[in-house]
């Protein structure tokens, strides 16, 4: 069981960057694959983007792909998550998972664990 904690959420006006950190304890996060997820107001909660473990490819979903970067910090065991170039419809609560497996995919139920979340809010 790896326990995640989620940072860097707030209030960013549109256009702008934020950077989401999702810190691990309790187990090694190179050994996970690691998807982001987010819940907007007044929506469901949806897949943005993952990584797969130890270093495999990356995917992300077509509203975000070539703003959104996803990355690994092995040393520090934490999972990051560039947003660019944000929008209003980006705005909501930003989850990481983490699921013991090489291959990450976009299914919430292939997660074992997961962060409380932070709030990202895109407005002028």
């Known amino acids: 069981q790896v326990q995640l904690v989620e940072s860097g959420g707030g209030l960013v006006q549109p256009g702008g960057s934020l950077r989401l950190s999702c810190e691990a304890s309790?187990?090694?996060?190179?050994?996970?694959?690691i998807g982001w997820f987010r819940q907007g107001p007044g929506k469901e909660r949806e897949g943005v983007g993952c990584i797969s473990r130890r270093g495999g490819p990356t995917y992300y979903v077509h509203s975000v792909n070539g703003r959104f970067t996803i990355s690994r910090d092995n040393v520090e065991n934490t999972v990051y998550l560039q947003m660019n170039m944000l929008k209003p419809e980006d705005t909501a609560v930003y989850y990481c998972a983490a699921a013991f497996r090489f291959a990450c995919m976009l299914i919430e139920g292939s997660y074992q664990d997961w962060g409380q979340g932070t709030q990202v809010t895109v407005s002028s």
């Open positions: 309790g187990s090694t996060l190179v050994d996970y694959a």
